[in-house]
């Protein structure tokens, strides 16, 4: 006669114990079974029971891989770390706190891949509950940013940083539910996302395929972004039933983006005597808040009409600077010897609104056929008109005196525009509105065009401020 075998799992607890103690009270009672009787035909064995299902459990993995080659595009491709890693595959733990109370835990923690995620959720029966986040993951990108012929051989040019990139994206949040009878079901939730790191870019260049001798072309040069953003987003949603047929929807979204991310590009990788490397980096910048509020209705008068409202009302308001500059290195201050194809201290902005309104009644008078006539109507904000630079300046003497013992700035000297000295060094330039009066502009370059000018102001008059 066969002993009894049992088999025992890992990696989860909880009930598993009672599948232990069974075990050993089948290996207990073989001596028993193997000689005689406990009493006349009467059996010991009683009847096996199922287990109860799993409330608590944690899984548990390791793993790794040895590799040649590129590394970094393995990574890219498959998504994982070309190392050893492990960690918690998933977890479960819930625990009753009372008789309506209950924690529940849910996540999952894989070191060397840098992916981690934990929930945790408090619940209150009939009343509503609260709920917490953490998730980071990570993802690679081969950052190998350029191939050229160079002095008839092919070169192959990675970024001066390394070519194994990486960006992290990162979510913190918090929810609250409200659930009560008889009352409004509203929700909140706040998240703060983040990415950083850096990542690969394709980028047209100026690289020298033929090496000294050879004219500078267009070609894909090696490059890659630099990334630092943040983003906050602020949620209200509150839903509602009247009258038994009719269900409320309420919300409003507060969201707010800083960026401040760069492109960072290597022209001339070849580096030749001719034409050295030269390092570009762009920067670009971008704050952005952003309001929505909506609401929506559905009415179900009976199976056959169903009437549905909506509204939304969008505002944005958004920033963005930069500044294009090339030098020796990454990063370089600004040289007005290199100032070819960039820019500096560029700014800018926008605002935008919008309106939307929805009508939709459902009908099926027969069956198979449903008919739904719809009304949207739109209403958005129009763009800022455009205005011309007529290129009037009028300066007190004393600015006069104390902008001409300024130096130049770099910004002058790049655009040529003296009036930048002065924003640049904190003098305010006041700008007028005038009335146009629909004439044509001339502009005045020669003692020609200045006597054209007079004609005109001798027709039409002088320009005036609007009021």
């Known amino acids: 006669m066969k002993k009894p075998t049992c088999f025992i799992t890992g990696s989860r607890f909880g009930k598993r114990i009672s599948t232990i103690l069974l075990c050993a009270g089948l290996a207990g009672s073989?001596?028993?079974?193997?000689?005689?009787?406990?009493?006349?035909?009467?059996?010991?064995?009683?009847?096996?029971?199922?287990?109860?299902?799993f409330q608590n459990w944690v899984n548990l993995s390791l793993g790794g891989l040895i590799l040649g080659g590129d590394e970094a595009q393995f990574k890219q491709a498959n998504h994982n770390s070309s190392t050893v890693n492990g960690g918690i595959e998933d977890m479960h733990y819930e625990k009753s706190l009372g008789k309506k109370t209950q924690l529940t835990i849910d996540g999952h923690a894989i070191i060397d891949n840098t992916d981690y995620k934990v929930k945790l959720t408090l619940t209150?029966?009939?009343?509503?509950?609260?709920?917490?986040?953490?998730?980071?993951?990570?993802?690679?990108?081969?950052?190998?940013?350029?191939?050229f012929p160079g002095n008839g051989v092919n070169a192959f040019y990675p970024p001066t940083i390394g070519n194994e990139l990486a960006l992290d994206r990162q979510d913190i949040w918090v929810e609250l539910g409200l659930r009560m009878a008889n009352l409004p079901e509203i929700t909140l939730r706040y998240d703060h996302l983040t990415r950083y790191g850096q990542k690969d870019s394709t980028e047209w260049g100026t690289t020298i395929p033929g090496g000294t001798l050879g004219d500078p072309q267009r070609k894909i040069v090696p490059s890659f972004y630099d990334i630092n953003e943040k983003r906050d987003i602020l949620t209200a949603d509150a839903k509602q039933t009247f009258f038994g047929n009719t269900e409320l929807n309420l919300g409003m979204r507060f969201e707010y983006n800083n960026n401040?991310?760069?492109?960072?590009?290597?022209?001339?990788?070849?580096?030749?005597?001719?034409?050295?490397?030269?390092?570009?980096?762009?920067?670009?910048?971008?704050?952005?808040?952003?309001?929505?509020?909506?609401?929506?209705?559905?009415?179900?008068?009976?199976?056959?009409?169903?009437?549905?409202?909506?509204?939304?009302?969008?505002?944005?308001?958004?920033?963005?600077?930069?500044?294009?500059?090339?030098?020796?290195?990454?990063?370089?201050?600004?040289?007005?010897a290199y100032r070819t194809s960039g820019f500096l201290n560029l700014s800018?902005?926008?605002?935008?609104?919008?309106?939307?309104?929805?009508?939709?009644?459902?009908?099926?008078?027969?069956?198979?056929?449903?008919?739904?006539?719809?009304?949207?109507?739109?209403?958005?904000?129009?763009?800022?008109?455009?205005?011309?630079?007529?290129g009037l300046y009028g300066y007190?003497?004393?600015?006069?005196?104390?902008?001409?013992?300024?130096?130049?700035?770099?910004?002058?000297?790049?655009?040529?525009?003296?009036?930048?000295?002065?924003?640049?060094?904190?003098?305010?330039?006041?700008?007028?509105?005038?009335?146009?009066?629909?004439?044509?502009?001339?502009?005045?370059?020669?003692?020609?065009?200045?006597?054209?000018?007079?004609?005109?102001?001798?027709?039409?008059?002088?320009?005036?401020?609007?009021?």
Request: glycine share 8%.
């Open 30 to 53: 073989y001596s028993l079974m193997a000689g005689e009787a406990a009493s006349a035909g009467k059996s010991t064995v009683e009847p096996a029971q199922e287990d109860e299902p």
């Open 124 to 147: 209150q029966q009939d009343v509503g509950y609260i709920s917490a986040g953490y998730t980071l993951f990570r993802t690679w990108y081969d950052g190998n940013g350029g191939f």
């Open 260 to 336: 401040n991310d760069s492109l960072n590009m290597r022209n001339y990788p070849e580096n030749t005597t001719a034409h050295p490397t030269r390092y570009i980096t762009q920067d670009n910048q971008l704050s952005m808040d952003m309001l929505n509020g909506h609401f929506s209705s559905v009415t179900r008068f009976n199976d056959q009409y169903w009437l549905t409202v909506g509204y939304s009302y969008t505002s944005m308001n958004s920033d963005i600077g930069g500044s294009r500059i090339q030098g020796l290195n990454y990063n370089s201050p600004y040289i007005a």
């Open 348 to 390: 800018g902005g926008s605002v935008a609104a919008d309106q939307v309104i929805n009508f939709n009644l459902m009908c099926t008078p027969i069956k198979d056929l449903t008919i739904i006539p719809s009304l949207r109507t739109r209403n958005p904000d129009q763009p800022p008109p455009v205005y011309r630079h007529i």
């Open 396 to 467: 007190r003497f004393e600015t006069l005196e104390r902008m001409a013992a300024l130096a130049p700035t770099p910004l002058e000297q790049a655009e040529g525009l003296e009036q930048l000295r002065a924003l640049e060094n904190g003098i305010p330039i006041r700008v007028v509105l005038t009335d146009y009066r629909g004439r044509t502009h001339w502009s005045v370059d020669s003692p020609e065009d200045a006597a054209m000018v007079e004609t005109l102001i001798a027709r039409d008059g002088e320009l005036v401020p609007l009021p």
